[in-house]
């Protein structure tokens, strides 16, 4: 199966950017719907938003809509989590994750994810 990698985690503040990608060596991720997750500490595994394949189809939570946006790269073959404008709640690890079956409206599906990357907004 085909083997999911974040990066581009880290420590910023408030207001602060960030760019996590999620790369799959030797295969083509156009072809596969991909979710991000997150999870903070204490809390439960939180899905933020997904790409379909072929870009179909978008969505994001809407904690994180105008702030954060998903796209894909397919000649680097990676697909992107792009944060804007982080705030102290967005602290969690972030996951991409494959097995999902994304839509317009939400996405289906627990997925199977990476290792996950940190994401660490503070003052």
């Known amino acids: 199966q085909v083997q999911l990698v974040e990066s581009g985690g880290g420590s910023v503040q408030p207001g602060g950017s960030l760019t996590l990608s999620c790369a799959a060596s030797?295969?083509?991720?156009?072809?596969?719907?991909i979710a991000w997750f997150r999870q903070a500490p204490g809390k439960e595994r939180e899905g933020i938003g997904c790409?379909?394949?072929?870009?179909?189809?978008?969505w994001l939570l809407g904690s994180v809509k105008g702030r954060f946006a998903i796209s894909r790269d397919n000649v680097k073959n990676i697909v992107t989590l792009q944060m804007n404008d982080l705030r102290p709640d967005d602290t969690a690890v972030y996951y991409c994750?494959?097995?999902?079956?994304?839509?317009?409206?939400?996405?289906?599906?627990?997925?199977?994810w990476g290792q996950g990357t940190q994401v660490t907004v503070s003052s």
């Open positions: 994750a494959k097995d999902v079956r994304c839509r317009g409206y939400g996405f289906h599906g627990w997925g199977s």
């Open positions: 030797g295969f083509n991720l156009d072809s596969l719907d």
């Open positions: 790409i379909s394949s072929a870009s179909m189809y978008t």
